[in-house]
């Protein structure tokens, strides 16, 4: 049963993920779009999660890497002819070429890791609220850029007319592909030498582990893998701003990795899931919707109820839904032990 | 080349802005010195205030009657933040409350956003209760705001007298033994709740006082109220050094200082990329002195590896 | 010693003491007694739970099981600050002095202890007659004072909150032989005032010599008490504290 528990783990998610996806490939159009929505959470979730859950470090700007991402995406698989006339001011390179969708995503993976690279190595050095500031600081580094640059993107303006590629089986393929990657990440060294500096710096330290460099693996992972949600986000909706992945994304995907369980991957993928699965139904309830009875919701209720579930969870089980454990089957293994410990008992009757 | 012109209106505009700012970084200050703690939800007190200014504008009451209510509010909503939220999260690490005051954060201006668009059907509400402050005399041939005086003055007066309680009473040498090792200030009698409560009230009433000022300066109120300036005294803050109240302080002082002199001094066209060399800015001074500028040697909360 | 200590009741009573750090037991089931006006030690190897001990009494840590009485009140769950104003003092390890306030206002806080402030002067008087380098840098930061006059500080800060009761952790550590001499020299005065005290130590002999009694502790339990005719007997005191 041990050696199988890794493959335990890496099931759990994955079947949830596959679940949800075929669940809502039966529904109908209108709210599929919410089964898609809630899986591109966990992509962006479990991506910030390689980073803050196995190191520890919180982190505001993971959606920067998914900003950015999803600009490259986005404007690389804008057709040509439209980018000439809706983007007269961008690089040559930019507007005069595109390319293909499965393309787009290597590109936004490319640019996340190398950007996360870029503002890593120097940031990675700082712990606790310096790097929290610090990482707001870039957040809001990127949005300013990519709201004022117009040689590289719309600016303050739409840009739009970007193939909507990502339905539920592009979603679903992208998120197990994330949830892949994070999950064999925190199974090889790296990972389990990164998640020894979360528990105790000085120890790792200690025995050789360089903190640092670890760190920067992982954010820039993190930023790889935030890219690549970024190209599964915009792909979706069809067109961007500088103000989408800004933000309310931040509160909203730290919120879901709270609630799910800072430390595990199980976690992050729970609480994407239920939380998006609670701002959707509120979302539809603010336009009134009907569950036997007439729930007609005022506008706002849906931040409201997020932002209490994050402040609830925080005071009353700051570990998170899921404890911060993985999945497992262990309930099962303790049903199979008994029994077979029952049936090995000798008999008291007739010894 | 930029050429920017600095005049004497925009640099004493800049210090009232200064001063307000100065004081939001005395009220994070103290709750971080004894619980540890930094409060993203402090410009939601100050929200709080402001929509309490608002409302009673709109009611007609007196001035001083809305800002009786303004201090009112704010210190009910700080108790019940420092019960609800600071009491039961003592014992968890600093990211864990760092998280959840951003949760609180969130929480109270989704609610104030929900309270609005239900209420008044738009975004926000106008503020004319203390709007008289929003007019200029003029002195020495430069137009000031009433505003900015009344900052200066309140600013100078509520730090002098946070330093005289601080310095010269027993329960102010109290808060400062606390705020360096509350673990043996307790061991020698000094009551944890009771200086917690003085931090978190004190911090309220700077709060107040502060929804009066920016109420003046900006006489409409929304849910997002504050909001970027909490982020930008809690920046200033970190880059001053939390560790201490008074680097907190100049901290805050400075960053709001600067931001008042290069947004008036710029053209309008030449600064949208201020906040990216702000807050470049911002990454320099933390990689090179994490503990913050004024800090002096290492602190505990702020490490580097 | 004082004759009356043993008709009085214990000012000082620790029943069946536990205190785990996690899964780790650090004091089990430990039961000592000090009486009004006695000075007890309480030494043991590292890791012994000796300063645990201390901290439980103190209010810093909370008991699994057992029960804590000073002159008859149940202390044991308690917050600090209450143990505090209920008359025990703590001369914490490592001395905890607040370096950036200057002595004599590290000197007031010790004054939070007490329950009224009437003859804080006096108070203040003694202890400078006690340790007279503290009235020579009154006005200067705490943090500029050298290890033994710290220390000295720390003493004079808890006999300020007039305690029945003053516990001491470890007082002599990292100081000068001189500095400690001076530091038992203090203990001896205090010792003369009635103040009842309980002094954990890593200076075995010394302690054992200079106490009423001493408690050997190891592992989280009393092993057994010592008296001071036994600090003569370096044999026995070798067995005991590696037996243990």
């Not at chain 1, 809502?24 to 779009?33: R, V």
């Not at chain 1, 300013?144 to 339905?167: F, Q, R, V």
Request: overall charge positive; hydrophobic content about 55%.
């Amino acid at each position: 049963m041990t050696r199988s528990r890794p493959l335990v783990e890496l099931a759990g998610p994955c079947v949830l993920v596959s679940a949800v996806g075929i669940v809502g490939s039966f529904t109908s159009n209108a709210t599929a779009i919410y089964f898609q929505t809630a899986i591109v959470s966990v992509a962006i979730v479990v991506a910030l999660y390689v980073f803050v859950g196995n190191s520890g470090v919180l982190s505001f700007g993971q959606a920067s890497f998914a900003s950015v991402g999803a600009y490259a995406a986005g404007i690389m698989t804008v057709p040509v002819e439209s980018k000439v006339g809706t983007l007269p001011d961008v690089f040559p390179l930019l507007r005069d070429h595109a390319i293909g969708n499965a393309w787009s995503f290597v590109l936004a993976t490319a640019i996340g890791a190398a950007y996360a690279l870029l503002v890593g190595i120097p940031l990675m050095r700082l712990s606790g609220l310096a790097a929290g500031i610090a990482t707001l600081a870039v957040l809001e580094i990127t949005h300013n850029i990519l709201h004022e640059w117009t040689k590289i993107g719309p600016g303050a303006g739409l840009l739009s007319l970007i193939p909507e590629t990502t339905g539920l089986l592009q979603a679903t393929a992208g998120a197990l592909v994330v949830i892949g990657v994070a999950f064999w990440y925190q199974r090889t060294r790296l990972g389990r030498q990164l998640r020894a500096t979360r528990e105790d710096p000085a120890a790792a330290q200690a025995v050789g582990i360089s903190v640092h460099r670890q760190r920067l693996w992982a954010f820039a992972l993190s930023g790889a893998l935030s890219g690549f949600a970024g190209a599964l986000y915009v792909h979706m909706i069809g067109s961007l701003t500088a103000d989408q992945l800004y933000l309310e994304l931040t509160f909203l995907s730290l919120a879901m990795l709270v609630i799910g369980g800072v430390t595990s991957l199980w976690g992050a993928v729970v609480g994407a899931l239920l939380v998006s699965g609670v701002d959707s139904f509120l979302g539809q309830a603010e336009s009134g919707v009907n569950i036997g009875f007439q729930l007609d919701l005022p506008t706002g209720t849906r931040l409201v109820a997020v932002g209490a579930l994050m402040a609830l969870t925080l005071i009353l089980r700051p570990s998170g839904i899921t404890g911060g454990r993985e999945f497992s089957l262990r309930w099962l293994e303790a049903a199979r032990l008994r029994r077979v410990l029952a049936a090995a008992r000798p008999r008291e009757e007739g010894s | 080349m930029i050429v920017a012109v600095v005049d004497a209106q925009n640099l004493v505009d800049a210090l009232g802005l200064g001063a307000i700012y100065a004081l939001m970084a005395v009220g994070i200050g103290l709750v971080f010195g004894v619980l540890r703690l930094v409060n993203f939800a402090y410009g939601q007190l100050i929200m709080a205030g402001a929509f309490t200014l608002a409302y009673a504008s709109r009611a007609n009451w007196p001035t001083w009657a809305a800002v009786l209510a303004c201090f009112g509010v704010v210190l009910a909503l700080s108790l019940i933040m420092e019960v609800a939220v600071f009491r039961p999260l003592r014992t968890q690490s600093p990211a864990v409350m760092l998280v959840a005051t951003f949760a609180v954060a969130f929480l109270l201006q989704s609610v104030a956003l929900l309270i609005v668009l239900k209420v008044q059907g738009q975004l926000g509400v106008p503020a004319s209760a203390v709007a008289q402050l929003s007019r200029a005399v003029t002195i020495a041939g430069v137009d000031i705001r009433k505003v900015t005086i009344v900052s200066l003055v309140v600013a100078v007066v509520a730090l002098g007298l946070l330093a005289v309680l601080l310095g010269r009473t027993t329960i102010g040498l109290q808060m400062r033994a606390a705020a360096t090792d509350f673990t043996t200030a307790r061991l020698l009698g000094v009551s944890a709740n009771r200086v917690i409560a003085l931090a978190v009230v004190l911090a309220g009433v700077i709060a107040a006082a502060v929804a009066v000022l920016l109420t003046a300066r900006t006489p409409y109120v929304q849910s997002d109220f504050a909001l970027h300036d909490t982020i930008i005294v809690l920046v200033g803050v970190v880059v001053g050094g939390i560790e201490r109240l008074w680097t907190a302080t100049l901290g805050g002082f400075a960053i709001g200082f600067a931001s008042g002199v290069i947004n008036g001094a710029l053209p309008t066209d030449k600064s949208v990329y201020l906040p990216s060399a702000l807050f470049t800015l911002v990454i320099l001074v933390l990689l090179i002195r994490p503990a913050g500028l004024f800090a002096r040697g290492r602190s505990s909360v702020v490490e580097r590896v | 010693m004082s004759t009356a200590a043993a008709v009085q009741a214990p000012m000082l009573e620790v029943a069946g003491l536990d205190v785990r750090y996690g899964p780790v037991a650090a004091v089990r089931g430990v039961s000592l007694h000090v009486g009004a006006g006695e000075i007890v030690g309480l030494i043991g190897p590292n890791g012994a739970g000796k300063s645990t001990t201390l901290h439980a009494i103190m209010g810093l840590v909370p008991p699994r099981a057992g029960e804590v009485r000073v002159a008859g009140h149940r202390l044991h769950g308690s917050a600090p600050e209450r143990v505090a104003r209920s008359g025990v003092a703590l001369v914490p390890e490592g001395r905890r002095i607040f370096a950036e306030l200057t002595v004599e206002e590290n000197l007031r806080l010790g004054l939070a202890g007490r329950r009224s402030r009437d003859g804080a002067a006096e108070d203040f008087a003694a202890v400078y007659e006690l340790f007279p380098v503290l009235r020579e840098f009154r006005r200067r930061s705490a943090g500029a004072l050298s290890g033994g006059q710290q220390q000295q500080l720390a003493i004079a800060r808890a006999l300020v909150a007039r305690p029945k009761l003053l516990l001491l952790d470890e007082p002599s550590l990292g100081l000068a032989p001189r500095v400690v001499d001076l530091v038992f020299d203090a203990l001896a005065e205090i010792r003369e005032r009635g103040v009842t005290v309980l002094l954990v130590e890593q200076r075995a002999q010394r302690t054992v010599a200079f106490a009423d009694r001493t408690y050997l502790m190891s592992n989280g339990e009393i092993r057994l008490t010592l008296t001071p005719t036994d600090a003569a007997d370096t044999d026995r005191m070798v067995a005991a504290y590696f037996a243990a």
